[in-house]
């Protein structure tokens, strides 16, 4: 089962790192990634610009571009992970994982219902 | 379990918020500040045993609140209150939540641009409105600030309690804004904030060329701005435009502390991470049609981003980005500026006659003379370039400035050896 594991935190409270803090947050996690991709669970892993730079577009028949973020909110989604679990307990494990190298926010785990893979890199 | 590092990024994050829906029930900043002091307090008292609350802005706002009311009732009545801790009972916690959520969006956005707003009272000289924000926006300590502006605590205190005086004797306006005096407000604000970023950026006096804390805290403070109000495009060019600035800020000082020209920079120091950024806000503003002072200087900052190398500059739309942003808003320094882009495009001479007829405006400014003394230098002009380079250090801010400057002298003297020598 895929599942993707999205990475809620107060984006006040992020930008509040200094660069060195959010640097030695990211040797952490890059640790984690690296023990679950050596175990061929690791799919994708994106790191999102701050809702400032965000569009949203209104679906319909016309759809709207409208400029993001929405009204506020505490937390929002800063990145995400797609993990392969055969569990829902063991993504959690995966989850936790990743939890104990942040300081703070939230993780959400919601099942995949469709992944393409596609091609693109950076 | 909760950490203390944690609880202060919060109060940190929470402040303009709190501070300003508190400005709003109080209409007096001294009173707003002392109750938000005391919410500061209780939330380090109690949050470590409670346990966070679910909206700790609200909380912060419910018990700042209370405890401001609490103090006129004691004064008024001179009855007894219950203790501190008896307020902050579960059923606080509730009434806070149902408080949370009649926090009305608008109110919270103009709460923040009230706070900001007090702090840029035209009576203010720039660099008040800057330490006073400073002080009553990001909650920095008057010896952080005085730090900072590199001048004594006691002279800094002195500052900021006058300019507070001036605030408070000026009527802070408390209605809730209409179109048109919100987007002067926000103006105002914007101001501000680039004039504090330009503090830190440019630092107008002492040795520290460049101070970083001021510069970030100018971007956090912008991307706040943007939140609220994320549909204004000219925000969205005021946060690109000190993304990329801040960019390259390693880039811009060499390890003696002596100012490296954006054509000699390390390209490699520049941080890819905040040019990204910035330049998905350029593209965002630029998609409104609405070009203003602040998105055509990001799309400056974002052409030059974007070179890999110096020579790769894109020069020509740099030339014409100068041009639009001298239509919308004519000024000296944007044509002097444009001089350097004419100067790659079409040679010194052009550049030269460009700014010559700016002397009388631009006399007392450093980097008039600087470039004056550059574009002469490359015409073989060995004597007015160095009476040129003398008049950029007697009117240098920064040490750092001084001595750039003297290097330019110091490779004409060379020059003129040499050639003697020849």
Known sequence: MLYSILCYESEALAAGRTRQEDDAMMVRLRAVQQTLRSEGKLGPVARLMPTTTATHIRAGKNPMVVDGPFAETKEQLLGFYIVDCPSLDEAIETAKLLAREKPHGTLEIRPVALFNAGGVSQ | ?422
């Open chain 2, 1 to 422: 379990m909760i950490d203390m590092a944690w609880i202060d990024a919060t109060l940190t994050a929470a402040r303009p918020q709190v501070l300003g829906a508190l400005l709003r029930y109080f209409r007096v900043l001294d009173a707003a500040e002392d109750a938000f002091q005391e919410a500061c307090l209780r939330a380090l008292k109690n949050w470590p045993v409670k346990g966070p609350p679910r909206d700790p802005a609200a909380w912060l706002i419910f018990v700042g609140r209370n405890f401001a009311l609490d103090e006129v009732r004691r004064r008024n009545k001179q009855t007894e209150l219950p203790a501190d801790d008896a307020i902050l009972t579960d059923e606080t916690e509730d009434a806070q939540t149902e408080l949370a959520e009649r926090l009305d969006a608008s109110h919270y956005r103009d709460d923040i641009l009230r706070l900001l707003f007090v702090c840029c009272h035209p009576d203010l000289p720039a660099a008040q409105q800057v330490a006073v924000a400073l002080r009553i926006v990001s909650g920095l300590t008057v010896k952080e600030i005085a730090r900072a502006f590199l001048v004594s605590e006691s002279a800094m205190e002195q500052r900021i309690t006058r300019a507070k005086a001036r605030i408070t004797a000026a009527d802070v306006p408390f209605d809730t804004p209409g179109a048109p005096e919100r987007a002067s407000r926000l103006s105002a604000v914007s101001t501000m904030l680039y004039l504090l970023f330009n503090e830190g950026y440019s630092a107008s006096g002492g040795d520290a060329h460049v101070r970083v804390p001021l510069c970030e805290e100018a971007i956090r403070l912008s991307r706040l701005l943007l939140r609220l109000f994320p549909s204004e495009p000219e925000i969205m060019g005021l946060s690109a435009l000190l993304l990329i600035q801040h960019a390259r800020a390693a880039a811009r000082l060499d390890a003696e502390n002596n100012i490296i020209l954006l054509e000699d920079q390390n390209r490699g120091l520049w941080d890819r991470e905040l040019i990204a950024e910035g330049l998905a806000l350029v593209e965002k503003a630029l998609r409104h049609h609405r070009p203003g002072p602040y998105q055509l200087q990001a799309a400056i900052a974002a052409v030059h981003s974007q070179a890999a190398r110096a020579a790769d500059t894109d020069w020509a739309e740099i030339d014409r980005l100068y041009q639009i942003l001298e239509t919308l808003q004519p000024s000296p320094v944007v044509t002097l500026n444009r001089a350097v882009a004419v100067a790659k495009l079409r040679g010194p001479a052009e550049a030269l006659a460009l700014i010559e007829p700016l002397a009388a405006k631009l006399g007392g400014y450093f980097y008039f003379f600087g470039l004056k003394g550059a574009l002469l230098t490359q015409l073989n002009r060995p004597d007015e370039a160095r009476t040129a380079f003398d008049h950029a250090i007697s009117l240098a801010n920064t040490a750092a400035e001084a001595a750039h400057i003297r290097l330019h002298l110091d490779r004409l003297q060379k020059d003129n050896e040499s050639k003697r020598s020849a």
